[in-house]
T-cell receptor, first 114, second 114 residues
């Protein structure tokens, strides 16, 4: 079974631009969560989607948004990029949400904001 | 691969030795804890979990110990192998079953010398 895939793997943007990242969960998984990982803050929860609905949201500004499609694929969008948005963005999928051992992470998208 | 932590504490062990990685958690009400392993260029991988009604849980070559009195969690890896080299971090569930209630530690980098 294919794992969680994320595209693109690397991205360079400039301040003020916007970016959209994509995540394809494991087949059959309906929950997709997004995380931001930085050296200073570690891994922080952004939001979780389940069956196209946002089920939970972390403490991030409104510039960070996401959505989930009917095939469970998810996108996250960051508008008006800031230098501090440079990070590794990870998504994770699970079969039916909060069962931690079934949460599988993708390889991440490395975003660099210049 | 991506560097997930530029200023992480590092534990260096000889191949075949046992490793102990420690984690202090923040909330005495946390009721569920997880250890993750993150190799360079990959997303975090679930290793083992433990609930607050237990003080020890064993997996394959790994043992997690929970000391609620001092809010301390440890991961013991027996007969450490080069493939165990990675960043390890703990996560605590602040309450409830939602993904958003997971708080992740910054991590410890384990380096195994052959």
């Amino acid at each position: 079974k294919a794992g969680v895939t994320q595209t693109p793997r690397y991205l360079i943007k400039t301040r003020g631009q916007q970016v959209t990242l994509s995540c394809s969960p494991i087949s059959g998984h309906r929950s997709v969560s997004w995380y931001q990982q930085t050296p200073g803050q570690g891994l922080q929860f952004l939001f979780e989607y389940f069956s196209e609905t946002q089920r939970n949201k972390g403490n991030f500004p409104g510039r960070f948004s996401g959505r989930q499609f009917s095939n469970s694929r998810s996108e996250m969008n960051v508008s008006t990029l800031e230098l501090g948005d440079s990070a590794l963005y990870l998504c994770a999928s699970s079969s039916r949400g909060p069962r931690w051992e079934t949460q599988y992470f993708g390889p991440g998208t490395r975003l660099l904001v210049l | 691969g991506e560097s997930v932590g530029l200023h992480l504490p590092t534990l260096s062990v000889q191949e075949g030795d046992n490793s102990i990685i420690n984690c202090a958690y923040s909330n005495s009400a946390s009721d569920y804890f997880i250890w993750y392993k993150q190799e360079s260029g990959k997303g975090p991988q679930f290793i083992i979990d433990i609930r607050s009604n237990m003080d020890k849980r064993q997996g394959q070559r790994v043992t997690v110990l929970l000391n609620k009195t001092v809010k301390h969690l440890s991961l013991q890896i027996a007969a450490t192998q080069p493939g165990d080299s990675a960043v390890y971090f703990c996560a605590e569930n602040m309450g409830g079953g939602s993904q958003g209630n997971l708080i992740f530690g910054k991590g410890t980098k384990l380096s195994v010398k052959p």
